[in-house]
């Protein structure tokens, strides 16, 4: 019985995945590559503002950039897009054996695959500054930041989905919001350039502490798990809060479209 409801849903999340897709990039010449071109073109803006002319110290500059847009995308995407996902599957909410929250894990997996596809892109890179991958811990990393990045993205999308149906002055919001939070994240300025004095905005900032182990990864190979037990109860404290608002909400979301 179990394995027959999950395969049941796993199968409604790739429809649900193969729609957005097509709804994405099906009517544009380019398809895809949007998803890679835009965030390397804006990385090239900030690196031409940042590392060229306020040159900040930061080595192999591109890469640090480019490792941190990548991610804050698959994030901002992820949020920012189920903000309007229930009232976007109007016809799909009526139906009451459907299970509304695999609307915002499609969406979560689809931004996924677009962040996965990214990863050729800054391994190159690191061979091209010649950054050697630390291969044991290449992989802890990875997966200790898509899974700390899927608690907090898929907790804060509950939230967001379920009150934007209610009040949706919030998507206006969320985007002032999302766009202050990207400047005090370390995407564009790295850390060492920042006043002491003002540090503690990236500790109480869980995608900062997550944006570092990425980097981790990619930028600066290296291990620094003392930050994951915050950044877990942090993230699964928001996943467990934005599913339990988003089922005490959902039985209404029918008669709200």
């Known amino acids: 019985m179990l ?6 849903k796993r199968d409604q999340i790739l429809v649900l995945i193969a729609k957005d897709f097509k709804l994405k990039y099906n009517s544009t010449a380019l398809g895809f590559l949007w998803s890679l071109l835009v965030p390397i073109f804006s990385s090239i803006i900030y690196y031409f503002v940042f590392g060229i002319m306020l040159r900040f110290n930061a080595q192999n500059y591109l890469l640090f950039l480019l490792s941190g847009t990548f991610l804050w995308q698959f994030f ?14 109007a016809a799909l909410l009526k139906k009451t054996s459907f299970d509304k929250r695999l609307l915002i894990w499609g969406t979560f997996f ?117 930050s994951w037990l915050s950044l877990t109860i942090v993230s699964l404290g928001v996943f467990l809060f934005g599913r339990w608002l988003f089922n005490r909400m959902q039985n209404r979301f029918a008669e709200m479209m």
């Open 76 to 89: 901002a995407n992820v949020v920012m897009m189920n903000g309007g996902v229930m009232m976007g599957n």
């Open 110 to 226: 689809t931004e996924g695959i677009h962040l996965l596809l990214t990863v050729p892109i800054l391994v190159g890179l690191m061979f091209f500054y010649k950054i050697t991958p630390d291969w044991l811990t290449f992989l802890p990393n990875l997966a200790v930041c898509l899974v700390l990045l899927a608690f907090f993205a898929i907790g804060l999308s509950y939230i967001y989905a379920a009150t934007n149906i209610y009040f949706q002055d919030l998507e206006r919001i969320m985007m002032l919001i999302m766009q202050a939070w990207s400047f005090i994240t370390p995407l564009f300025i790295p850390p060492s350039s920042v006043p002491l004095k003002y540090h503690w905005i990236y500790k109480v900032n869980p995608m900062a502490g997550i944006v570092q182990i990425w980097r981790d990864v990619f930028y600066a190979p290296g291990f620094h798990p003392q």
């Open 3 to 8: 394995s027959r409801t999950f395969e049941l």
